[in-house]
């Protein structure tokens, strides 16, 4: 014992001398000469590189600094975060490039469809710090690497410079990383301790991984969803770079990783060559970390399977991406099974992966440059053998959810174009104005693959996040493979906004359909308003127009604005919102008529969230970004920590995203009990059936698979059974019964769900009570163990009970994931507004 504490006491002296003493020395090569006219980090942050975290604003500061001091860089900015935080970009390379840049970057993208001398020709390297806020040691070791880009003098350095283009995005989370950096500075005592229990390293909910909607952005470069994607998504197109690097942390007992990742878990178009390259990148990597005496491993744990990550786009793209992550420090220093770990080693080992990066570049540029090229021309010969020719998607109701995967594909540069005429293929329809077609000829065909394939076979039963993505079924369009390009309208050039209509003055009331996209934005609109709307349980049809379940009327008489004002208001509403507005002069219909009690009142909403310790931040994240950012919708989080002082009674609905642990104590359940049953809805997700059921809410029965027992299993192998078990994302086809009020808005039978969790639900013995039911050959795209694909077959996915007054509706899977999934957005709108329905 005693010669523990005068070992720790040794440690913490050597921490505090070491920390004394950091200087930017200790982190750049002392093999070259620097340039004193370019500024220092400490010369305009304050302080030595790792010796405080550095917030977001000191970051762009230094990196403003830089660029005015050194005409190596130039420096943009490409747009605003969520919370109006620049997103910066730095293109640093020989001032001889510099003065011809644009020509370069001309040249450089021509390169990739033309049979070019790329002789002279640099190679493009994007290198991006910390999408990850709390993984900061990225961020901040772009501070040193930038200064030795701008400083560094010699022939070495001049010559990569002139062979290089290099994009630095200093930060891909400014929101995160100032929001980890007030963490762990605030929590900095003088006296470092490596002591993992102290608060410094136990960041409060939701912590800074996230953006300011509690996004992890490393999964949004495919749907390119949120602002920090489409600033980067628009670099990476109108550059083409050839490497992307994403610097990264993992756990604090963990040394470093770089790609290439586990062999058998990388996607099938990615090309072979690619990872034959990412290894032998890896060899310069390791020969740094060799030298400076840093453990590190490959080829293990992390995979290139999901093109939505940073490391893993650029291999679809032609481009050749590649993980870091380094062993966490968390805060300033931290002990581990490797010794006390300090947040300048850290930041000392991603400057090192930086700089043996464009070292491998440099002298691999030829051979990069022309797998690049050969990556593009090989897609345009397997595009013309391809007997698809095309494919069409849309939905004949819904033009702006059909609208929105378009703008994704124009973000992505895909070229696609209007359908000629209205067709049904397949017994599918398609509108003109509401159907795009996508000719497979065209120079990004791989990522057209990528985002519309089917795959349900895989080598692999292990993945490090989803196994599909199929972007139509995402957003539950209709889509047809086609060999013929009959249908191929014009191209089109610019994706211009939709705009709605109003067909007239009415005396009488003014009606709208359910199924767009932005319906529940447009009623949410009229009843802040205080305006009155029902909602028709039954279809019909008048003035020779078809209305399906769930349309919306807005009777003329008895609001409180007059005829022509009421008249101004839904001809705003319809543009604004981009819906086709009906105005009807007589209530008698074929069906139930516009007075009948079949149409029922809706009412104005007041949402609350549960948000906190113990609620899955990202799920409640989307949720908070659904109704803020799609449907201007206010909503109120209520956090965990002062839930049982809330008054309830002035919500119509309470949200639980997926709970874990015991997020609501006693006392917070019996309010929740008390408030269902006075006439509140209760809307929960995914783990919080376990806590409805457990709580006596609502009665449950889950439906289990036999017990799986590992036969032939060797003990070094048991996670990887274990793992398999695990459903990490994939999309299921479920039967609907279109006249429950939970799929009000859906035109089709059937939809594609997205789930990632073994939550199985015995289906109610009255059929009724099951209007969302999987198919007895439910999988549509991705992996599942065929233990619990057997018990998935007809279990349900959603239910639904009465409780007192109120009513409790229950989603065993996410509906609104990661902002891209705009198939199933309308499931928890109809929950919100027609819950007392059913």
Do not use: C
């Amino acid at each position: 014992m005693k010669k523990r504490f005068f070992l720790l006491a040794f440690l913490m002296l050597q921490i505090l001398s070491a920390q004394k003493k950091l200087d930017l020395n200790y982190y750049l090569p002392q093999n070259v000469t620097y340039n004193p006219n370019i500024p220092k980090p400490i010369d305009i942050i304050g302080h030595e590189v790792g010796e405080w975290h550095v917030s977001h604003d000191k970051l762009q500061f230094y990196m403003k600094a830089l660029a005015n001091a050194s005409d190596r860089i130039s420096i943009e900015n490409r747009g605003e975060t969520y919370e109006g935080r620049p997103l910066l970009l730095l293109t640093i390379t020989s001032p001889k490039n510099q003065a011809n840049i644009e020509n370069i970057r001309q040249t450089h993208v021509v390169n990739t469809t033309k049979n070019t001398d790329i002789t002279n020709q640099p190679i493009v390297v994007y290198q991006g710090f910390s999408i990850h806020g709390n993984e900061p040691s990225g961020a901040n070791a772009g501070l040193a690497y930038a200064y030795y880009l701008a400083a560094a003098q010699g022939a070495e350095i001049e010559t990569l410079l002139d062979n290089m283009v290099i994009l630095m995005d200093p930060a891909f989370n400014p929101d995160g990383i100032q929001r980890f950096a007030h963490w762990a500075n605030s929590n900095k005592s003088k006296n470092l301790n490596p002591d993992g229990n102290d608060r410094e390293y136990h960041e409060t909910w939701p912590n800074g991984r996230t953006n300011h909607y509690w996004f992890d952005m490393n999964r949004d470069w495919l749907p390119v969803q949120l602002p920090e994607s489409k600033a980067r998504i628009n670099t990476f197109h109108k550059w083409l770079p050839n490497i992307l690097t994403d610097h990264h942390e993992m756990g604090t007992n963990s040394t470093f990783f770089f790609q290439p990742g586990e062999p058998t878990r990388v996607h099938p178009l990615t090309p072979s060559l690619n990872q034959k390259l990412t290894a032998e990148i890896g060899t310069y990597h390791a020969k740094a970390f060799d030298e400076i005496g840093s453990l590190y491993y490959s080829e293990e744990n992390y995979d290139d399977y999901y093109y939505g990550k940073g490391s893993t786009f650029p291999d679809v793209n032609g481009s050749i991406g590649i993980l870091f992550e380094q062993g966490s420090s968390r805060g300033h220093v931290q002990e581990s099974e490797n010794g006390i770990l300090t947040f300048p080693f850290t930041i000392r080992n991603q400057f090192t992966a930086a700089l043996s990066t464009i070292e491998a570049a440099n002298n691999m540029r030829s051979k990069i440059l022309n797998y690049q090229k050969d990556f593009y021309n090989n897609a345009k010969n397997e595009a013309a053998k391809n007997k698809t020719k095309a494919i069409i998607f849309g939905d004949s109701k819904d033009a702006a959810k059909t609208w929105h995967l378009a703008e994704i594909l124009n973000r992505h540069k895909i070229k696609f174009n209007k359908l000629k005429n209205d067709v049904n293929l397949n017994g599918k329809e398609y509108k003109k104005d509401a159907s795009y077609v996508v000719p497979m000829n065209q120079k990004n065909y791989q990522l057209i693959n990528a985002m519309f394939e089917k795959r349900t076979t895989f080598t692999d039963s292990l993945f490090y996040d989803i196994s599909a993505w199929t972007f139509p079924l995402a957003f539950n369009l209709d889509y047809t493979e086609t060999s013929s390009l009959s249908n191929l309208g014009e191209e089109v050039k610019e994706l211009k906004p939709l705009i709605g209509s109003l067909t007239g003055n009415s005396n009488y009331a003014y009606l709208f359909e359910w199924n767009e996209y932005y319906s529940p934005r447009a009623l949410n609109t009229i009843l802040e308003a205080g305006l009155r709307a029902k909602v028709g349980k039954e279809p019909f049809t008048v003035e020779g127009k078809s209305y399906d379940y769930g349309t919306i009327m807005v009777p003329v008489q008895n609001q409180r604005l007059n005829k022509q004002e009421l008249q101004q208001f839904m001809l705003k509403i319809a543009q604004d919102n981009n819906l086709k507005i009906t105005a009807v002069g007589t209530g008698l219909t074929k069906g139930i008529d516009l007075g009948s009690n079949e149409f029922d009142p809706i009412k104005k909403q007041q949402v609350g969230l549960l948000v906190g310790n113990g609620v899955t931040y990202a799920d409640a994240g989307e949720i908070w970004h659904l109704f803020d950012q799609r449907y201007n919708m206010k909503i109120t989080k209520l956090d965990t920590d002062y839930f049982s002082r809330v008054d309830l009674s002035r919500y119509t609905a309470l949200i639980v995203p997926s709970i874990y642990g015991n997020a609501l104590d006693k006392n917070a359940v019996a309010k929740i009990k008390d408030w269902v049953k006075a006439g509140g809805t209760l809307i929960a997700y995914r783990n919080a059936a376990y806590w409805l059921n457990s709580n006596e809410i609502m009665k449950i029965n889950f439906k289990k698979d036999s017990a799986i027992v590992a036969k032939n299993i060797p003990f070094d192998k048991r996670r990887d059974f274990r793992g398999a078990q695990v459903t990490g994302g994939a999309i299921f086809e479920a039967k609907l019964d279109r006249s429950h009020p939970i799929n009000y808005g859906y035109k089709n039978n059937t939809l594609p769900l997205f789930r990632n969790t073994n939550i199985y639900i015995t289906p109610d013995k009255n059929s009724y009570n099951n209007p969302i039911q999987y198919t007895s050959n439910p999988l549509l795209s991705g992996y599942i163990s065929e233990e619990n694909l057997a018990v998935l077959k007809n279990s349900v996915p959603f239910k639904t009970s009465g409780y007192g007054k109120g009513q409790v509706i229950l989603f065993t899977d996410n509906t609104n994931f990661r902002a891209f999934w705009f198939g199933t957005n309308k499931l928890l709108m109809n929950a919100i507004y027609f819950g007392k329905m059913m």
